[in-house]
Nanobody, 125 residues
Framework: QVHLVESGGGTVQAGTSLRLACEASGPTFSMNAMGWFRQPPGKGREFVAAIAKNGGGTKLADSVKGRFAISKESGDNTVYLQMNDLKPEDTAFYTC??????????????????WGQGTQVTVLS
């Protein structure tokens, strides 16, 4: 069982930055893709970003393009979500996920196999 632990959430002012981290442990050789999702207050969970295990492919939701970036070092089991120019609408509970299928399949199906506990991000106007 892959175990995911998020860190880096908090309360910040609009226009500032935060970096979330998600550290994976356990049989991480099973992972082929990692991603971030968020759930704003009163809304459903939405995709934010995804990255292939070797860092060779990434995808960002249109709502965060130009402001957020997802990254990981090859061979490292930690994925980062750099969030710049934060807006109040970015307020949400952010969760890390990992999938066993290849990156393209994970993007097409949205199927992830392991989920972290999440971290809250609150952006004040």
């Amino acid at each position: 069982q892959v175990h995911l632990v998020e860190s880096g959430g908090g309360t910040v002012q609009a226009g500032t930055s935060l970096r979330l981290a998600c550290e994976a442990s356990g049989p991480t050789f099973s992972m082929n893709a990692m991603g971030w999702f968020r759930q704003p207050p009163g809304k459903g969970r939405e995709f934010v970003a995804a990255i292939a295990k070797n860092g060779g492919g990434t995808k960002l939701a249109d709502s965060v393009k130009g402001r957020f970036a997802i990254s990981k070092e090859s061979g490292d089991n930690t994925v980062y979500l750099q969030m710049n120019d934060l807006k109040p609408e970015d307020t949400a509970f952010y969760t890390c996920a990992a999938g066993r299928h290849n990156f393209r399949t994970v993007l097409m199906t949205g199927r992830y196999d392991w989920w972290g506990q999440g971290t809250q991000v609150t952006v004040l106007s």
